[in-house]
Every structure is written in structure tokens, then in C-alpha cells.
């Protein structure tokens, strides 16, 4: 069972994604998170996160294990790992790892931008979550606000609406509901709400699945 989890920024993929890997017994990648730790590498080191040169060494050959690290979560490293994501040699060299992730016996969830378009367009269950953006930004502002960092929400639509251009307007893998994405818009449902319907979609696929029609 491979379940793809795509969306912009702050649309509730994470949430989502680690409630149903907990619900079904199934491992799970933040993929973003590969992202994030080689955009925090070129900034802890002063170097420029659109350096094609130093973005794709630093995607090949950092030890890309720390997806729980705070540090991962500063609005400065979400914009470097979005500036590193439209480099094509930082996709390819992140793509095994996903890859091999998703193809573990027994399956697991991935969220990001391009799993269920790019990583897996085979999955099993494939969903795209949305949220206005007003909503997002409401999100992170609460979310920074937590970790002590405070950025208005003025700001943070703004940034929100850079993240999304830069995110779908690249040319290698712009964000884009896959191909049989179930739709799940989180922009007025609380967390429990949204794992809710994101639980029932899967396992009407698991159903679909095992009755051969899926
Ligand atoms: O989901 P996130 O905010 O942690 O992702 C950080 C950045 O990484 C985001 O701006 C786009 C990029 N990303 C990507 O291009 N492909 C993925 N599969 C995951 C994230």
C-alpha cells in the first residue's frame, strides 16, 4: 500500500501523512524534508541555495537523516529548500531515496510535492491537499509562533504566495495534482476532520483494491 500525500506549503500533508502512516501501520517520509536539510546545509555553510553547483553536492553527498530537526522548520530553510527544489540535479539526486522508500515491502506514505506525479505515480491512493492561501499563511504563522519566531501574517502570505509560484511554475516536476488524485481541501476543516475523510478515501482504495476494481 503506497499512499502518495501532495500539496503546497502548509496545506496539512504532514499532519495528514503521519496520521494515516500511524492509522495503517505504515512507515513515512516527510519528503520536504530532504529538501529543507540541503537548503539548511548551504546556509550553514554561506553559501548561495541557488548555486547549482553546491545545491547538487550538497544533495549527494549529506547524510539526509535528520527530518525531525527543529532547526528544519525556520521560515529561512523552507524558502532555501524551495530555491534548491528547482534545481533538476537536486531532484534527481533526491529521487532514489524516495523511490526506495516507497517501494519497501509493505509499503509506506510520502508527502510532498511530486510523489504521486513523479515518485510514485503508481501509488496505491494518491491525494492532493489544498487550503486557501489565507488559510496557509494563518498556519505557518501560528506554526513559527510556537517554535518562538514571529512573522506577520502579512508577510507570511506573501511568502506563501512565492513559495506556490516558485513551487508550480518550475519547470522539473511543478507541483500539480497527480492523475487520479482524490482532491481533499483543508481550508475549513479541523485537523480531525481532514485525517477523517483522508482515512475514508484510503480505505475505500483499500476496498477498490481488494475487490480487483482498483
Ligand atoms: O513541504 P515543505 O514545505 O517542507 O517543502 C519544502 C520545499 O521543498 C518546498 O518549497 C518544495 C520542495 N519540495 C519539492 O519540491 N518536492 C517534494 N517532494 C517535497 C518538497
Known amino acids: 500500500m503506497i499512499i502518495a ?10 499532519t495528514l501523512a503521519r496520521a494515516l502512516a500511524a492509522h495503517f501501520g505504515l512507515p513515512h517520509m516527510d519528503t520536504g524534508a530532504l529538501y529543507r536539510q540541503v537548503g539548511a546545509a548551504l546556509l550553514a555553510d554561506g553559501l548561495d541555495p541557488a548555486d547549482p553547483v553546491a545545491a547538487e553536492q550538497a544533495a549527494r553527498t549529506l547524510d539526509l537523516t535528520r527530518f525531525t530537526d527543529p532547526q528544519l522548520r525556520t521560515a529561512a530553510v523552507g524558502e532555501a ?33 511530486d510523489i504521486g506525479t513523479v515518485v510514485c505515480p503508481e501509488a496505491d491512493v494518491k491525494l492532493f491537499v489544498e ?22 501574517f502579512e508577510e507570511m502570505l506573501a511568502q506563501v504566495r512565492i513559495r506556490d509560484a516558485r513551487d508550480s511554475g518550475r519547470a ?7 492523475e487520479g488524485a482524490h482532491l481533499l481541501d483543508t481550508s475549513d476543516l479541523s485537523i480531525g476532520a481532514a485525517v477523517d475523510r483522508a482515512r475514508a478515501i484510503v480505505e475505500a482504495a483499500i476496498r477498490r483494491k481488494a475487490a480487483g476494481t482498483g
Open 131 to 152: 487550503a486557501s492561501p489565507e488559510a496557509r499563511a494563518w498556519r505557518r504563522v501560528a506554526e513559527l509562533e510556537d517554535r518562538g519566531e514571529h512573522v506577520s
Open 5 to 14: 500525500i501532495d500539496g503546497p506549503a502548509a496545506a496539512g500533508k504532514g
Open 81 to 113: 529548500a524551495s530555491v534548491v527544489a528547482a534545481i533538476p540535479a537536486v531532484r534527481q539526486a533526491l529521487f532514489e531515496a524516495q523511490r526506495a522508500f516507497a517501494l519497501q515491502p509493505g509499503g509506506a506514505v510520502l508527502d510532498g510535492r
Open 172 to 178: 522539473d516536476a511543478p507541483l500539480r495534482a497527480a
